[in-house]
């Protein structure tokens, strides 16, 4: 699976949104995008995920470059809650689906 | 809560001993995975379960460690000796056979070896 580059850490004020970006120069056709998030002494919540289209939920919009090279986590309306490790990761469907997590972006969500 | 459960939430344990962790996954979750984390990174893959059947094992599962999965259902994690490196969040985490569902994650055993 194609390693993903995030930044190490950045803040949001309340009620902005927050703009996640993530670097995937090598992800393959096959290989999806999916976003969770780790909040402090808690199990990695899943997010978002999607291949090429941008995706939107309840939680956030993901928006990916048409070279698939990169994406964007938008959470619309940051609030304290958010405050988390933020995880990218590529996943390729044939594979057996296991998870490889780089160090993500720590997000603080300021009032 | 995803639905999936770990227990203990917490095993403090001294060097040498046995421990083992539970993880009752989602009723309809064929896939089990489990993975480790330690202080300031991200969680690392150690096996994987498709109902009974382990079919894949990381490097980081050293003879020490043995994982079951009887029956297709809960799965238990045995570290035997433990060491002080052993001392991390054990992640449990499940999915359905479709090949883009997303993995549901248990909120971890913590296990501080003393």
């Known amino acids: 699976d194609a390693k993903t580059t995030q930044p190490p850490s950045m803040d949001c004020a309340e009620g902005r949104a927050a703009n996640l970006p993530c670097n995937h120069s090598?992800?393959?056709?096959?290989?999806?995008v999916y976003w969770y998030r780790q909040i402090h002494s808690q199990g990695p919540q899943y997010i978002i995920h999607g291949l090429k289209n941008n995706e939107t939920n309840e939680m956030a919009s993901l928006i990916i470059t048409e070279d698939r090279k990169s994406s964007t986590l938008i959470l619309p309306h940051a609030t304290l809650r958010d405050t988390a490790v933020y995880y990218c990761i590529v996943r390729a469907t044939d594979s057996w689906g296991k998870l490889q997590f780089g160090a993500g972006t720590q997000v603080v969500v300021t009032p | 809560d995803t639905g999936v459960s770990q227990n203990p939430r917490h095993k403090i344990t001294k060097r040498g001993q046995n421990v083992t962790f539970r993880c009752d996954p989602i009723?309809?979750?064929?896939?089990l995975y489990w993975y480790r984390q330690t202080l300031g990174q991200g969680p690392e893959f150690l096996t994987y379960f498709q109902n009974e059947a382990q079919l894949e094992k990381s490097r980081l599962l050293s003879d020490r460690f043995s994982a079951e999965r009887p029956k297709g259902s809960f799965s238990t994690l045995e570290i035997q000796r433990t060491e002080q490196g052993d001392s991390a969040m054990y992640l449990c985490a499940t999915r359905t056979g479709h090949s883009t569902d997303t993995q549901y994650f248990g909120p971890g055993t913590r296990l501080t070896v003393l």
């Open positions: 090598t992800i393959s056709g096959n290989e999806y």
């Open positions: 009723s309809e979750h064929n896939r």
